[in-house]
Each structure stands twice: as C-alpha cells, then as structure tokens.
C-alpha cells in the first residue's frame, strides 16, 4: 500500500492521521508478517488468516458507517480534515491495493513454500484418478445431502445471503428452446461443513488438500438434472453488522441484542467478494440484487476469504513448521499453592502473561469458589471463550450458595451471542447477571473475592489489562495485579457498587475510572511533564497502548513535545498522531510491536521529576471510546520493585528493532536500523528468556 492513503492532513494548528486509514496500515503490517521469513511457514498462514478476517470487520463496522454517512448526504470532516466521500474513495483504493497483495503473497510465496514442504492445495483437475473417486465419494456422503440448489426466477426471488457465507451463483442452460437467456441459481455452501478438504490422508503421503468451493463447483452439476451447466462463480456478502440499541427505550436488554443479532443476517451489503471470470450479467443481475456498485466488488483472483486457512496449521503435524511451544511460567509462591489467598495475603503479585501463566488467575476463581470462607465473588466479563473455566468456577460458588455477581458485557463486538449464552447459563444456577451501566460497554477487567477471615471479612482483588480468557491469555500480552492493598481493593468494591446499582459520580482513591477520573487525571499528568520540561527538569511520557486517537490527548502530547518533553508512544495499530513534525512532534517517536504475541497490555509511564515515577496499568487504549464510552479501570503500580519491573520492561519493548517498526509522518511504517556489530533484539523474545527469573512481590521484597 502506498504511503498516500493515510498522509497526514491538516487542520487548524495540527495534522492527523485518519482512524481508517490508519487501521489499514496496521492490517498491511500484519500481511507483511505473511511474508517475513522470520517466522514459522505456517504461521505465516496464520497471519494470512488474520489479515482476511480483520478485513470482514473493518467492513462490516468501519467502512459500513462510512458508507452510511456518504448515503446521509453528510459533508463535515472529522478532526483529521478528511469528509466521508474522500476517504470512501481512499479506503477502497487502500483495500483494493491490500486484497491484492494478499493473493499474491498466497500464490507466489506461501503455496511454492508449501509445496516444498509436502502440502499441495490442488484443483480438482490435477488431481489422481484413485484421489478423484475419493473426491467423488466424500462428495456424495458429506456435501451433497447438506446442499440446497436455489432457483432464481420470477416465482423465486433473490434469497437472502446471510452474511460472509460461501455461496456459488450458476448459470445454466435454459432446456426450453423459445427462451434463450440462461437460467440463474444460488447454491449457498452451510457452514457446517469445512473449508478445507484434506484428500484421501494417507500414511507418509503429502498432505493434498482442496478448498470446498472447487468441490461443490467441480460436482454443481449434479444439483441440476436436465441442465447444463454454463459456468459457476463462488461469491460472499459482507453486510453491515454494527448493533443499534437505544438502551434507553429499552425494556430488556438481552431479549433486544438477540433480536438484533438475528436482524445482523440481513444488514445492508457493503462488500461483494466473487471469482474473477465472472459473467458480466450475472454480476450485473447480482449487484442490483443486494444493491450495490461496481466500487464494492473485489474480483478475487484465487480462493474466496483466505481466513479458511486459520485451520491448515492444526490439520499439519509438523512442529517444525510453527512455533516451539511456550509455557508460561509461575512464580513459586503460587505453585500449586492450595491457598492462594494466604500468598497474596502477605504479598502483591504483578504477572506479565504469556511470560508468566494465566493458571494462578483461573485458580484465584476456582479456589474462592470452593472456599468454604469466601462469601462474595464479583467477576466482569467482557470477552471469554466457549470452555471457560472461569466462567463455570462462579456457576459452581452460585452452587455452593455463595454470593456471586457477574458483570458481563452483551455488546462486546462479534462476541454478543456467546455471552448471552453464557449470562443464561449462569443466571439458572443463581449467579447475579447485571449488564452495566446504559450507554456504556463495561470492559474493565476486574476480579473481587471477599472472605472472612480471622480479623473479619478481607477483601482480595485482581485487576488486568486483558479479558478472563484462558485460551487468548496464551496469545495476548497482558499484564494482571493480584493485590490486598485495602485502598485498591476499596475501590474495586466501588467500582462494583457503581456496575450493579446507582451512582452518578463516584469517587476513587487509587484507581483511575473512566468515565468518571480517567481523562481528567492523565491530561493532568501530561500537563505536570509539560510544566517540568519548561522549569528545565527531566520530563518523559511512555505510553503503550493499542490505539491513540483521541484528540484532546494527541494535541497534549504535541504541546509536550514542543515544550521539551521526550515522548515515546508504543501504538500497536492506529494512530491518529503525526511524529516528526519540526517544531510540533519532532520529540515524539511512535512505534508498532508486531509478533508471536498480540501486544495487548497498555502502560502509562509519567517521569514525575523529584519524585518516583508515576505509572498506571489497565484495559484503556487513548480512544474516545475508551474514555468516554466505556467503563475501564487503570490502577497504580506503586511498589518499588514493581515499578522498576514495568519500566524496564518499556524499555526492552523501546529497544526492539526486530518486530518493531517507526510511524513515519507521510503514514508508513520503518523498519528500525541494526547497528554495525549488534544483533537484532526482539522484546517478546527477550522477555520470553527472562520470564521466570523475575516476579516482584511486595511487602517484605522476598523473590
């Protein structure tokens, strides 16, 4: 992609990045991991993967939204100077250059790398004969019975293609000599059936694999008996997907997202993906069906949503074609520790995941749930997976006649269906299910156990950066607090009080909240750096986070640049902020962290000169979304060895020259320079080596 779609434009005093634009110089960075030959073959499928189903959200969400505003008529620029009908035109041309791309690193680089391993992905017609019959056969019994060949005529309208599925538009010839024109059909592909087709597997053979749409276009013919086949084109809608609920008209909540999910199949197309070679007709005819332009159409020269490959590297056994399996290691203390409250009893426990195992969090759970001496359990839940363990450790305690409330967020994106599924679980087994605060997502990450003790009842919490979500704390980086600090644990009580009942303005003594304290307190730090720098005193920012765009926050960090204060932004996808502009931001530097892991952790460090540094984790990117519109939770690191922990880390992810790359001011992305003599230094893989030696705890300072 060129550096041209997301050039920074001008408005006022300042320039900006646009939020788009800038998301689709992210997405290009996860393709090129496609393409780096650092990692593993088929890992770099899997960021193949990633970059198609990011690709399906941002048009179903971004682009769809823009859509809708070049529809409204609407003309005014958003901070970044750039009007709808503009940046429309960018994002296609950005996405047109990104598709493209795609492909090309799946047909000329990944599918030779492939063969060479012994994994072919075959047509129909390269295959065997002896391969062939088998193809025919699986056909026969797992295809063909689930298929349904749908007519398009006068008597049989268009049908609704529900949204990203795989279908195939045929056209046959019309048996019925007065009628020339051919005859039109949809054959949409269920979702039961896998994408992949794995060929007659046998022992120390390659591994031959076939993508199911040239199974079903190979066999079509078979659905039409009497007609011959013309031609047949695999195609997929993408439809706008962004749930609109006015909460305050609303009576229940859950019943209204489930409502709105099951309306979601139907959303206005914004994208049709089909096969290049595609009649003109037909594509014609299928554009006027789902009303859409020649300018929403990606003529795919290769397999239809290469996120299908997602599943080829579990299918492979070959360790040597992934990555070395990592497990992440356990601070002593909480080894197998049969009371985990007695460990953090007498110290805080800060955990860096993946370095550091998520286990001692599910534990913390599991055990409260079968304490006979813990009363209360408070627990959000933003996004988990289908097996939660957590999730079934507060089913248990509801069980045992414990108190227990969980906070979950049915609007968390593309995740609404399976937490509705989960409060229903929960709330039959006498879990108090709320849904937060109206207006608001609840994506604070938050833990509250309250136990009678000895001295009377002890309040214990855990706080994170990332969701209670044991398979993507393998995947994420996180970091996560286990803590007994009264004041902290205070306000998480507070936090709680405020999710489940009424409390307009609530007061914290150590956290930071939004919507309440959050952007107040941090242009307030900026501000004090600001005030230093100009006295002359040292002054320094590091942020890490994955978003930065909120305007008021980005026009701080350039007033702190201008006043001297050295600021170094880890943003590991879009940036609204302009570095390297003289005299605005030439002392801000902003960098991208792509790797194994998903950088997910986000970190303020203020330099405080004269005093110790102030530093917050927590679950708040800089978006306005963040600060305005969602319930987040940032807490204090403040003990000593901790905080050196926190910046040293910063500072292994601010040496990295490996999987980083630098915002560049025209929008692109630079590779860090290697020094004569210096190996190239990766932080994930730095952090990996050292996990296990470090882990602070506070209190007496014991390791």
Same mark, same amino acid.
């Given at each position: 992609m060129t550096p041209t779609h997301n050039a920074p434009q001008p408005n006022g005093r300042y320039q900006y990045f646009n939020r788009e634009l800038s998301w689709l110089a992210f997405n290009q960075r996860v393709l090129e991991q496609s393409l780096s030959e650092k990692y593993p073959l088929l890992e770099r499928i899997r960021f193949l993967?990633?970059?198609?189903?990011?690709?399906?959200?941002?048009?179903?969400?971004?682009?769809?939204?823009?859509?809708?505003?070049?529809?409204?008529?609407?003309?005014?620029?958003?901070?970044?100077?750039?009007?709808?009908?503009?940046?429309?035109?960018?994002?296609?041309?950005?996405?047109?250059?990104?598709? #493209?791309?795609?492909?090309?690193?799946? #047909?000329?680089?990944?599918?030779?790398?492939?063969?060479?391993?012994?994994?072919?992905?075959?047509?129909?017609?390269?295959?065997?004969?002896?391969?062939?019959?088998?193809?025919?056969?699986?056909?026969?019994?797992?295809?063909?019975?689930?298929?349904?060949?749908?007519?398009?005529?006068?008597?049989?309208?268009?049908?609704?293609?529900?949204? #990203?599925?795989?279908?195939?538009?045929?056209?046959?010839?019309?048996?019925?000599?007065?009628?020339?024109?051919?005859?039109?059909?949809?054959?949409?592909?269920?979702?039961?059936?896998?994408?992949?087709?794995?060929?007659?597997?046998?022992?120390?053979?390659?591994?031959?694999?076939?993508?199911?749409?040239?199974?079903?276009?190979?066999?079509?013919?078979?659905?039409?008996?009497?007609?011959?086949?013309?031609?047949?084109?695999?195609?997929?809608?993408?439809?706008?997907?962004?749930?609109?609920?006015?909460?305050?008209?609303?009576?229940?909540?859950?019943?209204?997202?489930?409502?709105?999910?099951?309306?979601?199949?139907?959303?206005?197309?914004?994208?049709?993906?089909?096969?290049?070679?595609?009649?003109?007709?037909?594509?014609?005819?299928?554009?006027?069906?789902?009303?859409?332009?020649?300018?929403?159409?990606?003529?795919?020269?290769?397999?239809?949503?290469?996120?299908?490959?997602?599943?080829?590297?579990?299918?492979?056994?070959?360790?040597?074609?992934?990555?070395?399996?990592?497990?992440?290691?356990?601070?002593?203390?909480?080894?197998?520790?049969?009371?985990?409250?007695?460990?953090?009893?007498?110290?805080?426990?800060?955990?860096?995941?993946p370095y550091e195992s998520f286990a001692p969090v599910v534990e913390f759970v599991k055990q409260a749930a079968n304490d006979p001496d813990v009363f209360a359990i408070k627990q959000t839940l933003y996004r988990t997976s289908g097996d939660s363990p957590i999730v079934k450790a507060l089913m248990t305690a509801a069980l045992k006649g414990k108190q227990v409330t969980a906070m979950v967020e049915l609007k968390a994106r593309f995740d609404e269906a399976a937490n509705i599924q989960w409060a229903r679980q929960m709330e039959e087994v006498g879990v108090h299910v709320v849904y937060g605060l109206s207006g608001l997502k609840t994506h604070c990450k938050c833990c509250l156990v309250v136990r009678r003790e000895k001295t009377g009842l002890k309040r214990y919490a855990h706080l994170g950066t990332g969701n209670y979500n044991h398979h993507t704390a393998r995947l994420y980086t996180d970091f996560s607090l286990f803590t007994v600090n009264p004041k902290i644990t205070s306000d998480v009580a507070n936090l709680f009080n405020s999710l489940t009942g009424f409390s307009r303005s609530p007061r914290f003594k150590k956290l930071l909240v939004a919507p309440f304290n959050l952007h107040k307190r941090l242009l307030g730090l900026a501000r004090q750096e600001i005030e230093n720098a100009r006295a002359g005193k040292k002054a320094r920012i590091i942020v890490k986070v994955n978003g930065l765009m909120d305007k008021d926050t980005i026009d701080m960090i350039y007033e702190a640049s201008a006043a001297g204060v050295q600021v170094d932004l880890i943003v590991r996808g879009i940036c609204g902020l302009v570095p390297g502009i003289k005299g605005v931001s030439d002392k801000i530097r902003v960098r991208s962290i792509l790797g194994r892991y998903l950088e997910h952790s986000r970190i303020y460090y203020f330099e405080n000169h004269g005093d110790e540094p102030i530093i917050y984790v927590g679950s708040a990117d800089w978006m306005p979304r963040n600060f305005f519109r969602r319930i987040e939770a940032i807490f204090p690191i403040e003990d000593l060895k901790m905080k050196q922990r926190v910046k040293d880390t910063l500072e292994v992810y601010l040496r990295d020259n490996d999987s980083a790359k630098a915002l560049r001011p025209n929008g692109s992305y630079a590779s860090l320079p290697v020094r004569k003599n210096r190996e190239a230094f990766c932080a994930q893989q730095h952090l990996a080596e050292i996990a296990g030696s470090q882990y602070e705890r506070t209190g007496k300072g014991k390791t």
């Open positions: 993967s990633f970059v198609s189903s990011n690709l399906d959200q941002f048009y179903e969400i971004r682009v769809a939204g823009v859509l809708q505003q070049v529809d409204a008529g609407r003309l005014e620029t958003d901070f970044d100077g750039i009007g709808p009908r503009e940046l429309l035109t960018r994002i296609r041309a950005g996405c047109d250059d990104m598709v #493209k791309e795609q492909y090309r690193c799946w #047909k000329e680089v990944l599918l030779p790398e492939l063969q060479k391993q012994r994994i072919h992905f075959k047509t129909v017609e390269e295959l065997s004969p002896t391969d062939f019959k088998w193809l025919e056969s699986y056909f026969r019994r797992e295809v063909y019975p689930v298929l349904t060949p749908l007519a398009i005529d006068p008597s049989h309208p268009f049908p609704l293609i529900t949204n #990203k599925s795989l279908n195939l538009i045929v056209s046959l010839k019309n048996p019925n000599p007065k009628r020339k024109e051919p005859l039109i059909a949809v054959v949409p592909v269920p979702r039961i059936l896998p994408r992949l087709v794995r060929v007659n597997q046998r022992p120390g053979q390659p591994a031959t694999f076939l993508f199911l749409s040239d199974v079903v276009r190979c066999f079509a013919a078979r659905l039409f008996p009497g007609y011959k086949l013309l031609g047949s084109w695999a195609f997929r809608i993408t439809r706008n997907s962004d749930l609109y609920i006015d909460e305050e008209e609303v009576e229940n909540l859950l019943t209204k997202i489930e409502e709105e999910l099951h309306n979601l199949r139907k959303g206005a197309a914004v994208r049709l993906e089909i096969e290049e070679g595609v009649d003109e007709d037909i594509l014609k005819d299928l554009l006027e069906a789902i009303d859409l332009s020649d300018s929403d159409v990606h003529l795919i020269d290769g397999p239809l949503n290469l996120y299908r490959l997602m599943s080829l590297p579990d299918q492979i056994d070959r360790p040597d074609l992934k990555f070395e399996k990592y497990t992440g290691k356990v601070p002593k203390p909480l080894q197998q520790n049969e009371n985990l409250f007695s460990a953090i009893r007498e110290n805080d426990f800060l955990l860096h995941h």
